[in-house]
């Protein structure tokens, strides 16, 4: 007997690049559990957890926490989820992220959706964000924008090779982007 693995989506893309704007539009019309790997850290943080100060650190300096940290916090989320389809936000980050999931979960993504946007586009928007995240601010935004290019790009372009990006223009209007998202989800007849 063999267990049924999910299907998981990485939603990946620079910081403000519209991830969770758009990944709350795909679970309204595709049934989607939506698992932001910030958020998750974040509540670790507001939970008061013992790595709860390391992740604080590291998200206010814009490093990536270590895998192992962000791998347990998606599975439990998984697991309580009850559902089978995954839209996993903002991971795998890098080379080694990536890596650690496959290894732990053995679960390959079905596709990578990567949202595409100038830096200066995804600045205007952090700064206009207004949420009161302690990484919105100018000099964060410029150390995260550094990590997503050396850290992060390298595994979209590993994912590029397999042929499994589904690439978005994200700097249009949300309404618009969405459009082009509702495309790559919706099945196909042959
Ligand atoms: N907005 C959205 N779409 C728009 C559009 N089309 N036109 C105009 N405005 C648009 O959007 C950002 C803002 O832009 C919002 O105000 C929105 O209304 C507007 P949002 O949908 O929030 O963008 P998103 O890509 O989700 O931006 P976010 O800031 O969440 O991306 P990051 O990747 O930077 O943040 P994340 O939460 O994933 O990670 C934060 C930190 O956690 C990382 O820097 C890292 O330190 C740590 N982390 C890890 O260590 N490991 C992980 O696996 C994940 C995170
Ligand atoms: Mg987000």
Not at 76 to 81: C, D, G, L
Not at 109 to 122: I, Q, R, T
Not at 156 to 182: L, N, T
Request: charged content about 30%; overall charge negative.
């Amino acid at each position: 007997l063999t267990e049924k693995k999910p299907t998981v989506v990485f939603v990946l893309g620079g910081p403000g690049s519209g991830k969770g704007t758009q990944c709350a539009n795909i679970v309204q019309h595709f049934g989607y559990t939506h698992l932001s790997a910030g958020d998750l850290l974040r509540a670790e943080i507001s939970s008061g957890s013992e790595n709860g100060t390391m992740i604080q650190n590291m998200i206010k300096e814009g490093k990536i926490v270590p895998s192992e940290v962000t791998i347990k916090l998606l599975q439990k989320a998984m697991q309580e989820s009850g559902n089978d389809k995954f839209l996993i936000d903002g991971f795998p980050r890098n080379e080694e992220n990536r890596a650690a999931f496959e290894a732990v979960t053995k679960i390959e993504p079905a596709f990578v959706l990567f949202f595409n946007c100038p830096e200066e586009e995804m600045e205007r928007r952090l700064l206009n964000r207004n949420q009161g995240r302690e990484d919105d601010n100018i000099e964060t935004i410029r150390k995260r924008f550094k990590v997503f290019l050396e850290s992060s790009l390298p595994v979209i372009e590993y994912y590029k090779a397999k042929e499994k990006v589904r690439e978005i223009d994200a700097a249009k209007p949300v309404e618009d982007v969405f459009e082009d998202v509702k495309v790559i989800f919706t099945p196909k007849d042959e």
